[in-house]
């Protein structure tokens, strides 16, 4: 039997999912809906669906089998619990909301409804991501420094701060999420944010475009994540792990590291986006959930370490307990 996906949001990021989705066997993409009407409608002739701008009436009219969710962080909530109510399976772009407020109840459903869910934090599912975690097992972990730099993306909702989360919250996740999945759990951040100059090039901008947060790890370690969105032509993203006599570093599809041992470098073979719609399709072909390497509630932990850093900066960069926004 076809599994057969609905799609809200189909601009920008969702394009290439909906493209993977399509080509997988016994895989249909059936309904499309988007606030932009004629974006849905492109996505419909496309891929021989149905347009909607209403994600209920789409919900209402279709059988459906899973959504896959691409829209802004601050437009999540009611359309996650009701999918849980219908019992049909999550696929969902990073970040899975705005904050944790939003966030714990569509959780409290998932949990409750016992639905798939997978989350598109694709660094998990790059193989050499995946090396690097296997070569920092039994390794005493001392520093990660990782980094987001980039500039302004172009969606408006983008640089306001109520809309997006701020660029912790919306880019700079990846990078947390990758810091989890390598380091362990993040316990407790203090960071700091200013508004430099990107509000010379967007009137309407508000999000901060420099910060750097401090992080404390649940096996001792610690660390700091740094983002701007200040650059233009020119961007940078990545983390670099320090243990005991050992080093690694993961940026773009390069893994390096070096030890007095050993030293070498390693390319990424397996693409993430691809492994991570994969595993979402074959954990509902077969309940096999074991290839989701993010699921809502680990995605529900790397939002909550960015909102306690918005916490922390907002409030001058108190020490702040990732338990408080849990």
């Known amino acids: 039997m076809a599994i057969k996906i609905g799609v809200i949001g189909t ?4 394009q290439g999912h909906m493209d993977r989705f399509a080509a997988m066997e016994d895989v249909e993409l059936v309904a499309f809906v988007d606030v932009q009407a004629e974006r849905a409608q492109a996505a419909a002739d496309k891929f021989s669906g149905r347009a909607y701008t209403d994600w209920r009436q789409m919900l209402d009219a279709e059988e459906l089998t899973a959504l896959a969710i691409f829209v802004p962080p601050f437009a999540h909530g009611e359309m996650e619990i009701e999918a849980c109510a219908r019992g049909l399976h999550l696929f969902i772009e990073k970040p899975v909301a705005i904050d944790t407020d939003m966030a714990r109840p569509i959780l409290e459903a998932v949990q409750s409804s016992g639905i798939i869910t997978a989350v598109a934090y694709k660094y998990r599912w790059d193989d050499h991501v995946q090396k690097a975690r296997d070569m920092l097992q039994d390794r005493i972990l001392g520093l990660a420094v990782g980094w987001f730099w980039t500039g302004v993306p172009g969606a408006p909702w983008w640089r306001i701060m109520n809309k997006s989360g701020g660029q912790m919250v919306e ?6 999420d990758m810091a989890r999945f390598l380091c362990g759990q993040v316990t407790a951040v203090s960071a ?3 508004l430099r100059a990107s509000q010379k090039d967007y009137e309407d901008l508000d999000v901060p475009d420099v910060g750097t947060a401090n ?3 649940e096996n001792g ?4 994540i740094s983002n701007c969105c200040l650059l233009k032509g020119w961007g940078s993203s990545g983390l670099r792990v320090m243990a005991h006599g050992f080093t690694l570093e993961v940026v773009g599809h390069t893994l390096t590291w070096n030890s007095p041992e050993d030293s070498g470098t390693y390319q990424c073979t397996k693409d993430g986006y691809q492994g ?3 595993a979402f399709i074959e954990a509902i072909r077969t309940g096999d959930r074991s290839k989701i390497y993010s699921d809502y509630a680990d995605a529900y932990h790397s939002l909550a370490v960015t909102v306690a850093c918005n916490k922390s900066a907002e409030e001058g960069g108190r020490f702040v307990n990732v338990s408080e926004v849990i």
Not at 221 to 224: D, E, I, K, R, Y
């Open 11 to 14: 601009g920008g990021i969702a």
């Open 221 to 224: 370690a610690v660390g700091n």
């Open 276 to 278: 991570e719609d994969a």
């Open 192 to 194: 700091f944010y200013a």
């Open 171 to 176: 880019q700079t996740t990846h990078i947390v």
């Open 215 to 217: 992080l404390v790890f």
